[in-house]
Nanobody
Framework: QVQLVESGGGLVQAGGSLRLSCAASRSISSTTAMDWYRQAPGKQRELVAVITIGGSTNYSDSVKGRFTISRDNAKNTVYLQMNALKPEDSAVYYC?????????WGQGTQVTVSS
């Protein structure tokens, strides 16, 4: 079993920045990819950003140019730097780890952007 612990969420004004962290209890070097998802009230969970083991990244159109995903394999941690935040970015953000045999989810961290 792998534990993923997200942190860094909070309340921020529109235009501000937050940096989310996701710390894994097992080495993330054995993952094929790490992702950040988000889910707003009444909406489906959506993929926000992906980083592969090779370091390739991909973003949803809604966050491209504003969010940056990165990973530190030595610290078993994945980050999501969020800049120029908008009220529509408000959601619970979840970390997701894709290991060879099983995927894992974190418990989520709330991000609220006020207008």
């Amino acid at each position: 079993q792998v534990q993923l612990v997200e942190s860094g969420g909070g309340l921020v004004q529109a235009g501000g920045s937050l940096r989310l962290s996701c710390a894994a209890s097992r080495s993330i070097s054995s993952t094929t990819a790490m992702d950040w998802y988000r889910q707003a009230p009444g909406k489906q969970r959506e993929l926000v950003a992906v980083i592969t083991i090779g370091g390739s990244t991909n973003y949803s159109d809604s966050v491209k140019g504003r969010f940056t995903i990165s990973r530190d394999n030595a610290k078993n941690t994945v980050y999501l730097q969020m800049n120029a935040l908008k009220p529509e970015d408000s959601a619970v953000y979840y970390c997701h780890a894709r290991y060879i045999l099983q995927n894992y989810w974190g418990q989520g961290t709330q991000v609220t952007v006020s207008s």
